[in-house]
């Protein structure tokens, strides 16, 4: 299933994947699609058994050497198993944080000179001239090393496993808040790190004008359920705050 999230001139948010695939064996997984013009970027393709699927749906948008970046969240399988597939079809730029940069050589990239570290307080990654993506820091929630991909223009923020459901009712956005909790509240207080990091990533998220949050599994936030969830993270214990 694809899902136009965003549409605006040449640019386009599409969410390419909503964990529909029979193809994935673990947790289900979404994969995001950026378009500008003829050129593109996508975020957290996945495991290798996702590639046949997802480079059908892209190329209905985009030629596949096109996509000129390609932002890992963090360096989980789930993330980023199938990567070497993507690197060597679109020749792309992958950027992830400088903590991991160093260990994806291990998965024999065939073109690890493509890696492009992040630096820990992110920044803007200029994707072709005239389309810029920003990283922002998530560190922390869960890996040590993990970015946010914020896309001004559509004003859609990915967040990785920040706001990933384990299981959801099938609907592409949270309509209910209180309802969709039971499906996130385990996984956050055990995957993220502690409260600490909750906060100062709520606080750099409110930095920006930010319209939907969209994780890597599970429904989208917006409007209501997006200021839930921000509010609900903030005051979340998780992690190291139960470990004595
Ligand atoms: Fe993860
Ligand atoms: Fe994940």
Not at 211 to 238: N, S, T
Request: hydrophobic share 40%; glycine share 8%; aromatic share 10%.
């Amino acid at each position: 299933m694809t899902e136009v999230l965003f549409d605006e001139g040449p640019h386009k948010f599409i969410l390419l994947g909503f964990g529909e695939s029979s193809r994935e064996e673990g947790i289900p997984s979404n994969q995001y699609l950026v378009v500008h013009g003829a050129e593109a970027a996508i975020f957290d393709p996945g495991g290798s058994g996702l590639f046949p699927i997802l480079s059908a749906r892209i190329s209905e948008w985009v030629a596949l050497e096109k996509i000129r970046s390609i932002f890992l969240s963090h360096q989980d399988p789930d993330v980023s198993a199938g990567l070497n597939v993507w690197m060597e079809v679109t020749g792309a730029k992958v950027h992830l944080s400088r903590l991991w940069t160093r260990f994806m050589p291990h998965m024999d990239l065939v073109h690890s000179e493509n890696l492009v570290p992040v630096p820990d307080k992110g920044g803007t990654v200029e994707v072709v001239p005239g389309f810029s993506l920003v990283t922002l820091p998530a560190h922390f929630l869960h890996s040590p090393g993990q970015i946010n991909v914020y896309d001004p223009q559509s004003k859609i923020l990915f967040t990785g496993d920040i706001g990933a459901a384990e299981r959801s009712n099938g609907t592409i956005f949270v309509d209910d808040f209180a309802e969709h909790l039971p499906h996130i509240e385990a996984f956050h207080r055990r995957y993220m790190a502690g409260n600490r990091a909750l906060k100062k990533w709520v606080r750099e998220v409110e930095r920006h004008d930010v319209a939907v949050i969209a994780p890597q599994h599970g429904p989208l936030y917006r409007g209501q359920a997006r200021e839930d969830l921000l509010r609900w993270l903030f005051d979340l214990r998780c992690g190291m705050d139960f470990y004595e």
